[in-house]
């Protein structure tokens, strides 16, 4: 799976449309606000910290600290120390933080069970790593409206996600020795095909079709006539909550 953060629109495509046409209200970043034991002057890491927003939530009560490998992450950052650092080799002397953050990101990173290791090392004794990731086969209506429209234009469809609710549980337990799982099930309900195309277009750099392939204006056409022609009105999906203490 390639991870192309050249923008963060398409990520912030997708972030909208999980907020707006989720069938149960989710907000993913509160959900796991909730979960992290918290006080004040805590000082927290958030590995892959995308459009910051997660950070910024959480305020001035804590002493904050983001890395990312996206140049477009980095220069958009506000309310937070930011640096360019890759999740494999963070920056920063061993028992730091009180709370590591990795949230929708380890299934970009080529060896996971490094990151995690890496987040063990940076968290102080009795601090808490919480990673996020989706559960397997989530949204497989979007995932079949995307890949349909690839591989229809002659494209091999390598999209993996090697890390989900299915094993990511295994990989933190192993480096930590304990490991706490909170699963949260919902569903994509649309009534209209325009937010259907929206988010599979987002999803297209995943895809490895970049603003720059030749085929992406006719693979959008095709995506945009599959959402007419069969539309995708109820997607389940879930994400899981990945804790444990060090
Ligand atoms: C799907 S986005 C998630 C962003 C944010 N955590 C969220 O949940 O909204 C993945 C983020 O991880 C970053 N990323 C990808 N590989 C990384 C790595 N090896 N180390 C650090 N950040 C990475 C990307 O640049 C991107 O900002």
Same mark, same amino acid.
């Given at each position: 799976?390639?991870?192309d953060y050249?923008? *963060?629109?398409?990520?912030?495509v997708?972030?909208?449309?999980?907020?707006?046409?989720?069938?149960?209200a989710?907000?993913?970043?509160?959900?796991?606000?909730?979960?992290?034991?918290?006080?004040?002057?805590?000082?927290?890491?958030?590995?892959?910290f995308?459009?910051?927003?997660?950070?910024?939530?959480?305020?001035?009560?804590?002493?904050?600290t983001g890395?990312?490998?996206?140049?477009?992450?980095?220069?958009?950052?506000?309310?937070?120390?930011?640096?360019w650092?890759?999740?494999?080799?963070?920056?920063?002397?061993?028992r730091?933080?009180d709370v590591?953050?990795?949230?929708?990101?380890?299934?970009?990173?080529?060896?996971?069970?490094r990151?995690?290791?890496e +987040?063990r090392?940076?968290l102080?004794?009795?601090?808490?790593?919480?990673?996020?990731?989706?559960?397997?086969?989530?949204t497989p209506?979007?995932?079949g409206?995307?890949s349909?429209?690839?591989s229809?234009?002659?494209?091999?469809?390598?999209?993996?996600?090697?890390v989900?609710s299915g094993?990511?549980?295994?990989m933190?337990?192993?480096?930590f020795?304990?490991?706490?799982?909170?699963?949260?099930?919902?569903?994509?309900v649309?009534?209209?095909?325009?937010?259907v195309?929206?988010?599979a277009?987002?999803? *297209?750099?995943?895809?490895?079709?970049?603003?720059?392939?030749p085929?992406?204006?006719?693979?959008v056409?095709?995506?945009?006539?599959m +959402?007419?022609?069969?539309?995708? *009105?109820?997607?389940?999906?879930?994400y899981v909550?990945?804790?444990?203490?060090?």
């Open positions: 799976m390639l991870a050249q923008t *963060l629109d398409p990520l912030q997708r972030i909208d449309t999980h907020v707006r046409y989720s069938e149960r989710d907000d993913v970043e509160a959900t796991v606000i909730a979960a992290l034991p918290l006080r004040e002057g805590h000082c927290v890491l958030d590995v892959g995308g459009t910051g927003s997660f950070l910024r939530r959480l305020g001035a009560s804590y002493e904050l890395v990312d490998t996206s140049d477009a992450a980095l220069s958009s950052a506000s309310g937070f120390s930011a640096r650092a890759d999740a494999q080799d963070l920056p920063f002397e061993d730091s933080f590591v953050t990795a949230r929708h990101m380890l299934y970009h990173v080529p060896d996971p069970i990151a995690i290791a +987040a090392r940076v102080r004794s009795g601090g808490t790593f919480a990673a996020v990731v989706n559960i397997f086969d989530t209506g979007l995932f409206l995307v349909g429209a690839v229809a234009h002659g494209i091999d469809v390598e999209f993996d996600v090697p989900h094993n990511l549980p295994d933190v337990a192993g480096v020795g304990n490991v706490t799982v909170q699963q949260h099930d919902n569903a994509l649309f009534d209209s095909p325009a937010p195309i929206a988010y277009v987002s999803c *297209l750099d995943g895809f490895g079709v970049t603003a720059e392939h085929l992406r204006p006719s693979i056409d095709t995506i945009a006539t +959402a007419e022609q069969t539309p995708v *009105l109820r997607d389940p999906k879930g909550i990945v804790t444990a203490t060090r």
